[in-house]
């Protein structure tokens, strides 16, 4: 039987190696952390407080559903959702929050309460951010972007004008709406794909479609739940998981990728999925002869931006936070330029906040909140002491005067994450926090390339490869570098069997 290595046992890795063990192949996933989920992990505290170390929005459940059904299994076997109502709030301004409704019909409400003649227009927005969303659901995302014929469809190409590759999100939006709280309403899922919505190609309107339509969800016991269900599946198909599991080289013989070598010690495989950060693999563990990519290229790609993040635990209740709220009371212009045109810590930060505990009481201590601070900031910041403790005041300024109270004496765990921390602990290039922008130069065939040119059994999965960023995406692109582990495989067996 042959034997395939993934790299990392993050959602892309862990969804790579389930659909190849299903395949039959003796399957090992090598992970550097003492636990699963990558970017998704979960720190537990001894004082009893879990929190979601990355995401925190469950977007897109069909995405989640598929995969689990690709294995004859349903989401609600594993662990159950809740649906958010408001599905989040946005801070414009001191006592001026605005809850963005769950149901539609209360949305457009809000529209029109905000924008006169706003309600019609969010329908027909909505209805092309559907057909996008369908489409690229189901036509797109699962394309290997190894080459242009792979869009050659006739009814892909019929549809292109309306999938809106080449115009930019920005001016998409303001076609529709003028008044700026909608404006910013709509361009904010924009920032999950990390880049300025100028630079961003209306496509990704899709993204206000899953956002605002197919609505926000809650993982019970936290995006822990979906990391614990997918190795549960994974173990069930066979597969093996080795933790702090540091691969240091990919061993190379005769042009093939023959071995990982894991603390000291060589482990001989057939095929490789590489799951980890993509710079990493390829300035660290391949000869350079082997790469697809050089040092120039990656300085030259638009990374999505890297978080400060304050993990806290409060020893009351906080009944005037909702589960997830946008601080949008600053200018977001400035802030994204602060980010992409002139990277420096932010002048006035925009900020979002993660109240979990308030939709799940099973993860604080009893009578206890937990609140997640996430600032997004440019990745290769200096990342410094002080500068987190100044940012840290800044928010729990805004903090406090949102909730209308001192909130600062009744922390009882604190904990910050920042660019030195990604760096460390995921090797994350100039530790961004969600890999590569989905601008339109980094879109589809222009993305890193899932195979290794050189090196015929090496592939890549992961934020950093098609299709992007995000939690559904890292899956699909799992899947899809198993589906080419598989065609490789099986023609090398095919080959094999002849001779
Ligand atoms: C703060 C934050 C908030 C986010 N919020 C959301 C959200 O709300 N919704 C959403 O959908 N997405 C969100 N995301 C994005 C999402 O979490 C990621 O896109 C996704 O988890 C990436 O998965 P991955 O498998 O590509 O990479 P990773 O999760 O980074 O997994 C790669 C794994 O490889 C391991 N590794 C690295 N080097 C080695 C080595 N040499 N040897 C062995 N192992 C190695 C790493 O330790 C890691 O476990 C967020 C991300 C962050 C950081």
Redesign the pocket.
Known sequence: MSIVSI????????SAATYLASAGYEVHV????SL??????QLKTESGYIFD????????PDVFEKYFGDFGHSVSEFYSLKRLDPAFDVVFGKNDTTHIPDRYTALRQLFEEIELGSALRLDQFMEEAEYKYKTGMESLVYKPGISLSEFADIELMKGVFRLQVFSSFSKHVRNYFTHPKLIALMEFPIL?LGALPENTPALYSLMNYAGLKLGTHYPEGGFGSVVKAMVDLAKKKGVTFHYN????KIEIKDCEANALL?DGKLFHCDAIVA???YH??ET??LPAKFRNYTEEYWSKKTFAPS?L?FYLGFNKKIPSLQHHTLFFDEDLTQHSKEIYANPQWPSKPLFYTCCASRSDETIVPYGHESIFL?MPIAPGLSDTEEMREKYFHVMMKRLNQQCGEDLTPHIDYKKS?CVND?LE????YKGN???LANTLRQTAILKPKIRNKHLHNLFY????TVPG??????II??KIAAQQVLQHLSKKEKHESIF
């Open positions: 790299i990392g046992a993050g959602f892309s890795g862990i090598f992970e550097k952390n699963p989920g990558g970017r998704a992990r170390m990355g995401p925190s929005w469950y977007w897109m999950f599991a540091n691969v240091e894991v799951a980890a950060d990493h693999v660290k563990l978080s993040i996430l994450y990604f602990d995921y090797n994350s926090a969600y890999g999965a992961g934020q950093l960023p995000g939690v559904p995406p890292s692109s799992g």
